[in-house]
């Protein structure tokens, strides 16, 4: 993993995590152990999710970049339907609370999504090469002159 994937991530995963403790505190307070047990686990499963698809796209991006928005298409997705499996299956437990798990499963997706977006938006990351000064031009080439002069 690059370095600069490795922010992302854990600029996505502290700010989630953050709101998953919320999650539990307010689940608590509302539902008692099982709010913020269903919280918690709600919480949970939105962390496990979307940071194994932010790896996933990472590794596509690197070894396979002209698949790299076809998968983003299909990890949203793939996401999307697993998160709706995880509470088909849990719509009737009786372990924890599952309005709070819904409730903490929504808002720590939202705040993951948020701080992906402000992470990408504050990255430095290149996507033109730049020309090195030290390359040789080739011969027909004019050299580019400096603004505001004229030629």
Known sequence: MQSNDARTLLSCAVPTAVAG?????????????KGAIGAGFGAFVA??????????????AKHLPHLFQ??????FM??????AVVLAVFQDTTMF???????ALLAATLVWVAAQTRAHMKAKIL?????????????GAKKSAPAGSTS
Do not use: W
């Not at 962390?47 to 596509?60: D, H, K, N």
């Open 21 to 33: 403790v919320v999650a539990v505190a307010v689940g608590a307070a509302f539902a008692g152990g």
């Open 70 to 75: 076809a998968m983003g298409m299909v990890l």
């Open 47 to 60: 962390v496990l999710v979307m940071a194994s698809g932010l790896i996933v796209l990472e590794r596509t």
């Open 127 to 139: 996507y033109v090469e730049p020309e090195a000064e030290d390359e040789p031009k080739p011969e």
């Open 97 to 103: 609370n599952v309005k709070a798990f819904a409730i």
């Open 78 to 83: 793939a996401e999307f339907l697993l998160v």
